[in-house]
T-cell receptor, first 115, second 113 residues
Framework: EAQVTQNPRYLITVTGKKLTVTCSQNMNHEYMSWYRQDPGLGLRQIYYSMNVEVTDKGDVPEGYKVSRKEKRNFPLILESPSPNQTSLYFC??????????????FGEGSRLTVL | KQEVTQIPAALSVPEGENLVLNCSFTDSAIYNLQWFRQDPGKGLTSLLLIQSSQREQTSGRLNASLDKSSGRSTLYIAASQPGDSATYLCAVARRTGRRALTFGSGTRLQVQP
């Protein structure tokens, strides 16, 4: 079954404790991306990757890092989480053709609370 | 900077009605526009993808149109059902610069049985 898998789905942590949210897709997609969803602000893109070793900032990259060492995985790293990073996070992937992101497939989301 | 607006923010209709959801965007230089459905506590599911060169796409009871020159897209849902209740979001992919997507804030639809 084609899917995007995120882990953990739920996490409560404390300020400053490094954490990683993993994302894996089994569709051999080139394009992967991370979003956060906040009430009243909608979905905002954090980082995206057009292919292995190619990453770029989205609209709200501050406080986050990503890496793309393998095509299927695109982890989101919070080196020193702060309460304003409490949010619902989504990973997505698509088969990017040329300049086009194509149809996006989303993971189920990871709800992060930073105390 | 691209801005995407969806109107109305919420909509409640009786079962069986045909309805239209609206999406407008400020920069017409787009690659494509997608409509998504989001159920509470779930991820987003892609419904329709319209390339910038296309005028509309259809899937079952759903029809999405795109008018780039006026910066508008509509999602038409025919013969609505209670199972259509969800939040519907549109997202626009930029044609130049960063290949980021900009999402609208969504329309929350409730279809009453």
């Amino acid at each position: 079954e084609a899917q995007v898998t995120q882990n953990p789905r739920y996490l409560i942590t404390v300020t400053g404790k490094k954490l990683t949210v993993t994302c894996s897709q089994n569709m051999n997609h080139e394009y992967m991306s991370w979003y956060r969803q906040d009430p009243g602000l909608g979905l905002r893109q954090i980082y995206y990757s057009m292919n292995v070793e190619v990453t770029d900032k989205g609209d709200v990259p501050e406080g986050y890092k990503v890496s793309r060492k393998e095509k299927r995985n695109f982890p989101l790293i919070l080196e020193s989480p702060s309460p304003n990073q409490t949010s619902l996070y989504f990973c997505a992937s698509s088969q990017a053709g040329g300049q086009n992101t194509g149809e996006l497939f989303f993971g189920e989301g990871s709800r992060l609370t930073v105390l | 900077k691209q801005e995407v607006t969806q109107i109305p923010a919420a909509l409640s209709v009786p079962e069986g009605e045909n309805l239209v959801l609206n999406c407008s965007f400020t920069d017409s230089a787009i690659y494509n526009l997608q409509w998504f459905r989001q159920d509470p506590g779930k991820g987003l599911t892609s419904l329709l993808l319209i390339q910038s060169s296309q005028r509309e796409q259809t899937s079952g009871r759903l029809n999405a149109s795109l008018d780039k020159s006026s910066g508008r897209s509509t999602l038409y849902i025919a013969a609505s059902q209670p199972g259509d209740s969800a939040t519907y979001l549109c997202a626009v992919a930029r044609r130049t610069g960063r290949r980021a997507l900009t999402f609208g804030s969504g329309t929350r639809l409730q279809v009453q049985p």
